[in-house]
């Protein structure tokens, strides 16, 4: 059930921490601007600041990421920004938050902060009473498998409803990934051939050129499976894969992203290949032996009318040939070359969404060749859609949990259904493979493609 009470205080937990510095700030500085932020916003961490330090170090931030800055807006954001030190397990924290917060009726407490302390966070916030008509906002990872995110799940719901829980994945946020709901939905042309008919099949992609830049540490406690597939990129599959919601009822939207989780068959160790580039096992806090993988590429299948036997191919890793992160959707070929001999065979269209290096959507056609000969060639209709200046995703979801709004966040049984599709892989799938910074990743896993089919994008 959605809440429709807006908020009247955001208790940021972990305000000194990275996130804070290269996001947070942007999204509390444009909330204030746009008139949604007139509360205070307490921030909490363990470093021993006071609240003038805390404004420095907002307009820092904010001046580190490249924002111009009015002073104007700053000024109201500053007057409502106010810090509390403290220690996460110490009791007395939560005492100084409560008398912060004092008349509050609707706080919303953001967890910017490592897992391993959600607990205690939780059981903070409850023992003051601030989870009362209180919602809390949970950063990723939500565990590290499925028994670790029940753990969670138990810990958090022993004080917050289900419905007062917000998991932030900013992927759902971004622009470009809602105007794909938008086009899907909108445009009635696309429902006719959106299904297995004529749909060849899904290549998702999220490839960056550069390596762990200094996290080796957290990379090789994590992995690529645990940190853009489970979360990012299934839910972008879900995005695509979905049926139309009944009604414009934030869950009715959650439980059709849902139901298309549930349709992924498991996959097996013989669905994914993963690989590791060169040179990972010599940054700075990686293990000598280090099998964590900085690139996975899985085959799954949707056992679903729409989709059964339609290929979802994702793909994700570092140090590859470029930074793009894109899901293309190729149409079937036509039956028969219609003008011309069987090699001129017409290519497929293709459908792509794109959210790095640019936002925009792309539609790949065949034309004429010009000359004398009734042959072929693809041309592209590009869209490029314009991104709010200066907005992020962190700004439109931080806006959605005051508001109370939680279509477009992660909910309990979808989290679940997550990590079991990705579960057997971290505990069966095969060693990684070895591959060169700079290339598109290992080329074993050209072979979940099968033989007729190909890396869109390469």
Not at 377 to 400: N, Q
Request: charged residues 25%.
């Amino acid at each position: 059930m959605t809440e429709t009470n807006y908020a009247d205080a955001l208790i940021l937990f972990g305000i000194t921490g990275d996130l804070a510095r290269r996001k947070l700030f942007s999204a509390l500085y444009d909330l204030t601007a746009a008139g949604h932020l007139d509360m205070p916003v307490i921030g909490v961490a363990s470093r021993a600041w006071d609240d003038e330090t805390l404004r420095r170090h907002a307009r820092e931030s904010l001046e580190a990421v490249g924002r111009a800055i009015d002073d104007e807006v700053f000024a109201r954001l500053a007057v409502n920004l106010c810090y509390v030190s403290g220690n996460y397990r110490d009791p007395a924290t939560y005492t100084e938050i409560a008398k912060r917060a004092h008349s509050s009726t609707c706080a919303v407490s953001y967890l910017a902060i490592p897992p391993d302390l959600f607990n205690d966070v939780v059981e903070g916030l409850g023992s003051v009473g601030l989870n009362h008509r209180g919602r809390l906002v949970l950063e990723k990872p939500f565990g590290r498998d499925a028994q670790t995110a029940a753990e969670l799940n138990d810990i958090v719901h022993h004080h917050f409803p289900e419905g007062r829980v917000y998991r932030i994945d900013h992927f759902l946020g971004k622009e470009a990934v809602q105007n794909l709901m938008i086009f899907r939905f909108s445009n009635t042309v696309l429902e006719p051939i959106w299904n297995r008919h004529y749909v060849r099949g899904v290549q998702i992609t999220m490839a960056e050129d550069f390596g762990v830049e200094g996290r080796g540490s957290f990379y090789d406690k994590v992995g690529t499976l645990r940190d853009v597939v489970q979360n990012h990129l299934l839910q972008v599959l879900a995005l695509l894969a979905m049926e139309p919601p009944v009604s414009e009822d934030p869950d009715a939207l959650r439980d059709e992203r849902v139901k298309a989780l549930k349709a992924i068959v498991t996959p097996t160790r013989d669905d994914v290949v993963r690989g590791q580039y060169a040179g990972f096992r010599e940054e700075a806090g990686v293990v000598a032996d280090s099998d964590t993988e900085t690139y996975t590429a899985v085959r799954l299948e949707l056992n679903s009318w729409r989709w059964a036997g339609v290929p979802w191919i994702i793909r994700a890793g570092k140090g590859l040939t470029s930074t793009v992160t894109e899901a293309v959707v190729e149409f079937a070929r036509p039956p028969r070359p219609l003008f011309a001999d069987a090699d001129c065979r017409p290519g497929p269209n293709r459908l792509t969404f794109r959210t790095k290096p640019d936002d925009g959507i792309s539609f790949s056609m065949q034309i004429k060749k010009p000359g004398p000969s009734m042959v072929s060639r693809p041309i592209e209709l590009h869209l490029e859609h314009d991104r709010p200046r200066g907005r992020d995703a962190y700004d439109r979801l931080i806006g959605d949990a005051l508001r109370g709004d939680p279509a477009l966040f992660a909910r309990q049984d979808g989290v679940m259904e997550a990590w079991r599709v990705v579960e057997q892989l971290l505990s069966e799938g095969r060693p990684v493979v070895p591959y060169q910074q700079g290339s598109w990743g290992p080329t074993e896993a050209d072979a979940l493609l099968g033989s007729d089919w190909h890396w869109i994008t390469k």
